[in-house]
């Protein structure tokens, strides 16, 4: 998220939590999609991660790229501390992000073609690059940082951050190396109403491994393979239980607006903000809050503000605010930046391709759907579930996404619709091989058991 949310409006009531997310219903007519992806600055000269301010006689850091994109584009710096930690367009467009170690991230605009995404994607890939290049830095798409340890990794002047990497500790193995040393590309998806909402909330929870299995792109960690196709995926699996995961409940019975709303309730705080100071409140209570009796903050009762922001410290494969995320894939290079919205669009956009999509997961049980989840980072496109490899699922999903997409009949100026987005997944079912196979081929073949040719590889 760029920034976060400023609305001082008191809430008081669970109802009202409830009524917040019902605003985001919309007209179909009205369905926009907002991709957002993030990734690795390092400098060019020695492959080292870029640190916040400049050192060690260096062009300059990630606060010299942001005054350099600030410059070039004209948006809206966001300040914290004095320091600027993103950007944003105050037309309504896109912003740009830090996370907490270093990764730079777009977030989108929300538009309504992918042709829209394709032509936003590659204008932000350029104008990065046209600041960076006068740095020395530039930018991996890759899952998960494949040489730097935590502790050379740098950390960003983010008062959120600090609060989150002294609570996740306790409640994960891999909590610090999410935050710090993995990357993601994701979209963001309207519903119409509460029914589209759970329909879409249930094929994309379901399928979510599917696409993480497609975009597989983080076999390497601190200079070797770690052993999987997507490391981000397995860092996921022990992160913060409380907050990440299939989210089972999605499938229950009387699932909706309401029960999403429990949930959120019982996911522990990190931090209630109060002007431009973050109060470290973690593992407290959003409900002790409602009601004003969180014991870190005698009184205080909660903001719309609060809210807002408490939803996006939630982590589940597919997370609801007034839209739904697509949480499960890695980062990758620039064809599977729009591969990935072109997937999910077309499967959740168009009714016959989300009707055919719940048929071809409605059965699934929670411990075959966990399993799944839990098999696919390692295993990949070979992952099964219920003797069916992901691979051959992935085959019928992306004919369903076709047919989606080629209903939606948006084309471009040449006169092409949306479904030449999804060429790079099917080249990747028909081969079998995942990024992450191929470079795992080139780390046992010509970069002999070399990490570093990575950086070229897979640079933006």
Not at 72 to 81: A, D, H, Q, T
Not at 101 to 110: C, K, M, T, V
Not at 166 to 186: A, C, E, I, R
Not at 372 to 395: E, F, H, K, T, Y
Request: hydrophobic share 40%.
């Amino acid at each position: 998220m760029a920034r976060d949310t400023v609305d001082e409006t008191p809430i008081t009531s669970r109802d009202e939590l409830v009524a917040w997310i019902e605003k985001g219903n919309k007209p179909a007519e009205a369905f926009r999609i907002g991709t957002e992806h993030e990734k690795f600055p390092f400098y060019a000269r020695d492959l080292a991660p870029v640190p916040y301010e400049r050192v060690d006689g260096r062009k300059g850091g990630i606060r010299a790229l942001l005054d350099g994109m600030e410059g070039l584009l004209g948006w809206e710096p966001i300040l914290e501390n004095g320091n600027p930690i993103g950007l944003f367009d105050v037309t309504g467009g896109g912003a740009i992000s830090l996370e907490p170690g270093g990764q730079f991230e777009l977030s989108g605009a929300p538009v309504e073609t992918l042709h829209q995404t394709e032509r936003e994607t590659i204008l932000h890939l350029v104008q990065v690059k046209e600041v960076a290049e006068a740095l020395g830095i530039r930018f991996l798409a890759l899952g998960s940082s494949p040489v730097w340890t935590r502790a050379e990794t740098p950390v960003m002047p983010k008062a959120r951050y600090r609060i989150m990497a002294n609570y996740m500790p306790k409640v994960g193995s891999h909590g610090l190396d999410m935050m710090f040393g993995t990357s993601t590309v994701q979209v963001n998806l309207d519903f119409s109403s509460e029914a589209d909402m759970v329909r879409k909330m249930r094929v994309g929870l379901a399928l979510q491994p599917v696409a993480t299995a497609l975009f597989a792109n983080s076999p390497f960690s601190e200079g070797h393979k770690n052993g999987f196709q997507t490391f981000r995926s397995e860092i996921w699996r022990d992160t913060d239980n409380d907050r990440a995961g299939m989210l089972p409940l999605a499938f229950e019975d009387g699932f909706g607006f309401e029960r999403y709303v429990d949930y959120a309730l019982d996911v522990p705080l990190y931090f209630v903000k109060r002007g431009d100071h973050y109060h470290d409140v973690a593992g407290g209570s959003f409900r002790a809050l409602l009601d004003g009796t969180l014991n870190t903050l005698p009184g205080e009762r909660a903001y719309v503000s609060d809210w807002a922001n408490h939803m996006t410290t939630l982590f589940p494969e597919v997370r609801l605010k007034r839209y739904l995320e697509m949480r499960g894939a890695d980062v990758g290079p620039l064809p599977l930046l729009t591969a990935l919205p072109a997937f999910w669009v077309g499967l959740l956009y168009d009714e016959d391709a989300l009707t055919g999509a719940w048929d071809l997961v409605k059965s699934w049980t929670e411990a075959e759907r966990q399993q799944l989840r839990d098999d696919v980072p390692r295993q990949g496109l070979a992952a099964r579930i219920r003797g069916r490899r992901v691979r051959d699922i992935a085959v019928e999903a992306l004919e369903l996404a076709h047919a989606g997409l080629k209903a939606r009949a948006r084309r471009d100026a040449h006169g092409r619709n949306e479904t030449r987005f999804l060429d790079p997944l099917f080249a990747i079912v028909d081969s079998g091989r995942t990024q992450a196979d191929d470079l795992i081929g080139l780390f046992d073949g010509p970069w002999c058991g070399h990490v570093e040719p990575v950086f070229e590889s897979r640079a933006y």
